[in-house]
């Protein structure tokens, strides 16, 4: 790593380098080395900045989770505008077509990791818990402005839309799912409380015509 530095690029750059490994090659492949291969430079870089690579790796995880922070600000803003699957959905598409779901797989395989999250976060599975909560957050807006029934339950919505938005996109194998196929699991899953018509196909799709069944 070249000389002069700064501490936030050597981080950034470090955990730049471990998510591409992650994406890559999964939580088995991520080690010290393959970190600092990836960022092309010596190994002993990364523990001169962290007590060890569980120590890194917590911190990238909560690095990425204060993330979340910005997107759910700009996921509230938007209540009001546009339709309310539709918010979902990008907000979704977005938040599981990054790294979260690499992550989430990287915190459920390694012990230690998880030991030292739960010394910031007690409770909930990392970036999952504060997708839920940003999505809550947006409903609640989205209530407040009658375009969600007044009666609807955001707190089970919430982590119902994480959880099937969650095996939507789990299969790093497969190509990640079409945003037609996100918008129809929300709109199905939102149906009973959205205040607004919900076609269960996206737009630019051509909705059943009469006679025919979604199926």
Same mark, same amino acid.
């Given at each position: 790593?070249?000389?002069?530095?700064? $501490?936030?690029?050597?981080?950034?750059?470090?955990?730049?380098?471990?998510?591409?490994?992650?994406?890559?090659?999964?939580?088995?492949?991520?080690?010290?080395?393959?970190?600092?291969?990836?960022?092309?430079?010596?190994?002993?870089?990364?523990?001169?900045?962290?007590?060890?690579?569980?120590?890194?790796?917590?911190?990238?995880?909560?690095?990425?989770?204060?993330?979340?922070?910005?997107?759910?600000?700009?996921?509230?803003?938007?209540?009001?505008?546009?339709?309310?699957?539709?918010?979902?959905?990008? @907000?979704?598409?977005?938040?599981?077509?990054?790294?979260?779901?690499?992550?989430?797989?990287?915190?459920?395989?390694?012990?230690? $990791?998880?030991?030292? $999250?739960?010394? @910031?976060?007690?409770?909930?599975?990392?970036?999952?818990?504060?997708?839920?909560?940003?999505?809550?957050?947006?409903?609640?807006?989205?209530?407040?402005?009658?375009?969600?029934?007044?009666?609807?339950?955001?707190?089970?919505?919430?982590?119902?839309?994480?959880?099937?938005?969650?095996?939507?996109?789990?299969?790093?194998?497969?190509?990640?799912?079409?945003?037609?196929?996100?918008?129809?699991?929300?709109?199905?899953?939102?149906?009973?409380?959205?205040?607004?018509?919900?076609?269960?196909?996206?737009?630019?799709?051509?909705?059943?015509?009469?006679?025919?069944?979604?199926?």
């Amino acid at each position: 790593m070249p000389t002069g530095v700064t $501490l936030h690029d050597v981080r950034d750059q470090l955990f730049d380098a471990a998510e591409r490994v992650l994406l890559r090659d999964g939580p088995s492949g991520l080690t010290s080395r393959a970190v600092t291969t990836e960022a092309g430079c010596a190994k002993g870089v990364l523990h001169r900045h962290f007590a060890d690579f569980d120590a890194f790796l917590a911190e990238l995880v909560l690095d990425r989770v204060a993330r979340i922070d910005g997107q759910a600000a700009a996921l509230r803003d938007s209540a009001g505008t546009g339709t309310v699957a539709g918010n979902l959905t990008g @907000a979704l598409t977005a938040l599981f077509e990054s790294v979260a779901v690499a992550i989430v797989g990287l915190v459920t395989s390694r012990d230690d $990791l998880r030991a030292r $999250l739960r010394q @910031a976060r007690p409770t909930g599975v990392p970036i999952l818990t504060e997708a839920a909560a940003m999505i809550a957050s947006y409903l609640t807006a989205e209530r407040e402005l009658g375009r969600v029934a007044e009666d609807a339950d955001v707190d089970t919505l919430a982590p119902t839309l994480i959880g099937a938005a969650h095996m939507l996109f789990a299969d790093r194998k497969s190509p990640p799912p079409e945003a037609g196929t996100v918008h129809k699991v929300v709109a199905t899953v939102i149906a009973g409380v959205a205040q607004e018509p919900l076609p269960l196909t996206a737009p630019g799709e051509s909705a059943p015509g009469p006679g025919r069944s979604r199926g």
